[in-house]
Each structure stands twice: as C-alpha cells, then as structure tokens.
C-alpha cells in the first residue's frame, strides 16, 4: 500500500519533467507565473512572442531558463514551431484583457484576440504531438445578469456585450469549433478575477491600489466602488492549470468548459479598504470617500462563480485566502517594485 502511493506520488511530481508547452502571452500575469512553476517542474517551456517586450515577473526575479519565440503571426511559422519542437501542451493565455483599453480600442483589441486564436487553432489542427490544448477566457462572457441569479454556472447562455468578452466569446467558439471538427484536445477555463505577485498593469484593481498606498500617488476610482467580484491568488490558479492539464490528459476528457472561481465576492470598497489598512491605514477613509464621486461605466455590476463542476472533476479549491493573499502580494511589490 504504502509503495502504491510513493508512486503514485512519484508520478505526479514527474509529470511535467521534460514536457514541451507552448505559452502564448509568456510576459503576461498569468504566462510568467505559470513559465515560473512549469520550469521549477522540469519542463521545457516556449513562449509566442509577437513583440520584443521581456518586462515581466520573470526579467523582475531573473529567470531566464525559457525559450522565447518571435512569430511574425503567420499560421505556416507558427505550425513549423509546433512540430519542429514536438510541443505537447499549449496554453492559449496571451490576448489583450484591459476591458476600458478595449472599449477605446474595439478593433484592435477583436482583431488581436480572434486572430491570433484562429492561428493557433490552425496551426495545432494537424500536430501528431499535442496533448492538451487550453485556452483561457473569461467571467465576463457571462455578462451582466440579475445578482439572484448569481453564481454563474456553466449552462447559462452568454450574454458578451463589450469588445473584449466579446472577442473571449468569439475565441471560445474558435476554439470549440477545432475540437469538434479537427479533435484538437480542448479545456476551457472561465476564471475570475486574479491578483498576485507579477502583476504588471496598473490599470487593474489591485496593483493601482498597492502602488498607491505604498508610494503615497494619487489613487483614481473608475467606478462606484460598488462593483462585486471573485478574487483568485495567482499560485492558486497556476496549481489549478497544471492540475486541468495532467488530468484532463490522463482521464482523455477534452471539450470541456469549466468555472473557476471562490464564490465569495468582495465589493472593490472592500478591496480598497483591506489593502489600505494593511499599507495605509491613515488614507483608508479617504480612499473610501473617492468612490462616491464617480459612476460605473462599461461594467458587469456583480460577478461570482460557480465551481462545482471544476471541484467534481479537478477536486478545485482556492487554498489563499484573501488578507494573506494581498500580504503575498504587497511583499513582492515592495521587495521588487517599491
């Protein structure tokens, strides 16, 4: 007995030993952090790159043992990488994922999501080595529903409504679409909001509110501090993709939409509030009372997730909890950026 379960334990941890992944948007939030475990887990990571920009979580803490690639975004050049390099799981995370950015930007935001999926998709359409293909999308597919309808479950029918869960929707069904006509081995994943060390856009909640109350700038609301989501800590979610992937693989069950997220959310005064006390307390208040000068625009009003799906098939849980996640998260901040 206890032999059967050093192997199995020995299996688990050699999963990823040697594996060749694919990640798309490598220099992002999610893509530096997963690079970051995936290496520390022996396998052999690439990442697409359509620009030159290396800023990220893993130029910041000097890991550099990834292979980059520039692709000029042409299906044939994407298809040689993926069978030159025998790649065998994908990550599809790169996309643009500012919401305000998207609506000052509706074509470029649609144009780069959609197209750069549709490449993918095409390229991997006759690989004889992938695995696993997953794509990341988004809560917002969900769209603004009435709050006793909440948490989303996967059967309800989107309701995108803005360019870049639009674009998420869109890129779904690309996706769906190869994996019923092509078998392209297909997860989607619906997450909810995520926060956590190498978190490079300050246009999000979270690293705009930490760098606020570190460095003392002016801290600018966009929205009636009202607005209700579910946070998810990056470790968290990374543990989560690595877990999706060797299960999915080793259960061979593909073509598959699931939620993630802790269905308990928290308004964005609440968010304010604990990082403020934590950092700031002096400005707390004042903070607060910013809120109440401006209105939500272009915003989903409430958002929370139901996981039961995921935690049936993958055993999901979020293990961080939010005060000792955001103290994860300021540390890093403070060891790294301020």
Known sequence: MQENILEKFMKKNNFWKEKKVLLTGIHGFIGSNLSKHLINNGAIVYGLTKNNSTYSLLSLERINNYNLINASGQPSDIFELINDKDIE?????????EVQKAIQFPYDT?????????????AFRNSNHLKCFLFTSTDKVYGDIDKDKLPYKEDYTPLAKHPYEVSKLICENICKNYSENFKLPLIITRSCNLYGPGQLNFSALIPSLIKSAITSEEFLPRSNGLLLRDYMFIDDWV?????IVEISINK?????IYNFGTNNPYSVKEIS???FDKINSKM???IINEFEKYTSQNEILYQSLNSEKAKKDFNFSCRTDISSGLDKTIDWYRRYLF
């Open 89 to 97: 799981i994908c990550f599809h995370l790169g996309a643009q994922v």
């Open 110 to 122: 649609l144009n780069n999501n959609i197209n750069s999926t549709l490449q993918l998709c095409e």
């Open 239 to 243: 543990d989560t993709l690595k877990n």
């Open 252 to 256: 061979n069950k593909f073509n598959e």
């Open 273 to 275: 509030k604990i990082i």
């Open 284 to 286: 707390t208040q004042k």
